[in-house]
């Protein structure tokens, strides 16, 4: 069971805006960095987003983060069929003392 | 370019052991936390362990908690995770990660293409 609870799909035709939910507690989103991980089929795992809202070079400013309390999200804008993936939100938790995921948001482009 | 390439995956019996090893290249090894992190087939990520830059480590999830150790040695590049009393339920691609920093709560960077460990009779 996952810590971090993801909304487990997520939709949207082409040039749309889409948002990703990702709720936590006081120990992780509350008072640590939110992490976005981008999946597509078959391969391994990509970060989107890292410290909820910075982009690593190379992500387009598409993809966008942020943080609020105890939940972050992840909008993606002008939506592209390349974007159907699996996103996963992560963070540290101080009560684990390691990382915790979120379940995963299986994204389909209609 | 960053690269970690992950090998030591196979199958393995219920109770047995297999040690999975990454190799590092493209960064300065030492100056960054590592991680495990595994999926089971069609499930979601599940961090397995973390260890500090200096070898000092971070934790590890219940589930493998007594029976997976980390460790690394910097001066070869290389991250291990030892897997004792394997469990079907261990069943996963496992990945090699790179932290972000020197500590393990700055989240994670680069990922490996992973090493399948399956654990059936």
């Known amino acids: 069971q996952s810590v971090l609870t993801q909304p487990p799909s997520a939709s949207g035709t082409p040039g749309q805006r889409v948002t990703i939910s990702c709720s936590g507690s006081s120990s992780n989103i509350g008072d640590n960095y939110v992490y976005w991980f981008q999946q597509l089929p078959g391969t391994a795992p990509k970060l989107l987003i890292y410290?909820?809202?910075q982009r690593p070079s190379g992500v387009p400013d598409r993809f966008s983060g942020s943080k609020s309390g105890t939940s972050a999200s992840l909008a993606i804008s002008g939506l592209r069929s390349e974007d159907e993936a699996d996103y996963y939100c992560?963070?540290?938790?101080?009560?684990?003392?390691?990382?915790?995921f979120g379940g995963g948001t299986k994204l389909t482009v209609l | 370019e960053v690269q970690l390439v992950e090998s030591g995956g196979g199958l393995v019996q219920p109770g047995r052991s297999l040690r999975l090893s990454c190799a590092a290249s493209g960064f300065t090894f030492e100056d960054y936390a590592m991680h495990w992190v595994r999926q089971a087939p069609g499930k979601g990520l599940e961090w397995v362990s973390g260890v500090r830059w200096n070898g000092v480590n971070v934790g590890y999830a219940d589930s493998v908690k007594g029976r997976f150790t980390i460790s690394r040695d910097n001066a070869k590049n290389s991250l291990y995770l030892q897997m004792n009393s394997l469990r079907p339920e261990d069943t996963a691609l496992y990945y090699c990660t790179k932290g972000r920093s020197t500590s393990p709560s700055d989240g994670m960077d680069v990922w490996g293409q992973g090493t399948t460990v399956t654990v059936s009779s």
């Open positions: 992560a963070a540290w938790d101080d009560t684990l003392s390691g990382v915790i």
């Open positions: 410290r909820n809202y």
